[in-house]
Structures are given as structure tokens and as C-alpha cells.
């Protein structure tokens, strides 16, 4: 159970981290470039909501509260992969610069698929 502990208190850290660096990512962008504008709003709004509903599933009234909140996570980080990708297709960003993003947004998906699984399998014992 610590370990578990631990690490749903790790995700949450580098959600955090990784808001930042969307953050950071969408103050360097071209804003007079209107895609990029476009696409800077929507990664904001999905990057950096994944760690807020984390943080909402902390507090969950429930099991299933937990995992819904987790489920939205996963949804915004998918959602967040997705933007970082189109916007190294659309070269509207560096490749080089993105790629980190992307693997970590992919890891962060592996990582909070596998605690909402192990969340329901814990539920059913």
C-alpha cells in the first residue's frame, strides 16, 4: 500500500512538472501565428488539467470518484499527446523540442491507465 501510495503522490508531482513545461512551451510559440495560437490554448487547457484532476481524485468522496477523476485524467492526457504531435507534424514547433513532451505525455498515460486498473482490480477483491 505505500508503494501505491507513493506512487500515485510521484504522478501527481510530474503532472505538476509537466504543466510547467506546457506552460513554458506556450510562451515560446509565435502567438501572431493563429494555429499556433489555437493549438497553444487547447494544450494549455488539456496539459495542464490532467495533474488538476489528480489532484481532484486525492480528495474523492470514493473509489469511483477516484477513478473518474483519474479516468478525466487519462482522457486529458491522450488529449494533451495528440496536440504535442500536431503541433511537431505542423512543424509550428520544433520536433526536437516536442519530442520530450511527447514521451512524457505518453508515459504519464501508461502510468495513470495502470493505477485506475489497479484501483478496480483492488476493488474487486
Not at 510559440?29 to 489528480?54: F, M, P, V, Y
Not at 474523492?60 to 477523476?69: G, L
Not at 519530442?99 to 489497479?118: D, P, R
Amino acid at each position: 500500500m505505500q508503494q501505491e501510495k507513493q506512487n500515485k503522490f510521484s504522478i501527481i508531482e510530474r503532472t505538476f512538472d509537466f504543466s510547467v513545461k506546457i506552460i513554458k512551451l506556450c510562451n515560446t510559440l509565435d502567438k501572431t501565428n493563429r494555429a499556433a495560437e489555437i493549438l497553444c490554448k487547447q494544450i494549455l487547457r488539456s496539459g495542464t488539467s490532467i495533474g488538476a484532476n489528480l489532484e481532484e481524485g486525492q480528495a474523492a468522496q470514493s473509489r469511483s470518484d477516484f477513478i473518474h477523476k483519474y479516468n478525466i485524467a487519462l482522457k486529458e492526457a491522450r488529449e494533451t499527446s495528440y496536440w504535442l504531435r500536431l503541433l511537431a507534424k505542423s512543424e509550428i514547433a520544433q520536433t526536437k523540442r516536442l519530442s520530450g513532451l511527447i514521451q512524457e505525455s505518453k508515459e504519464i498515460t501508461l502510468i495513470i491507465a495502470k493505477i485506475i486498473t489497479n484501483t478496480k482490480n483492488n476493488s474487486l477483491v
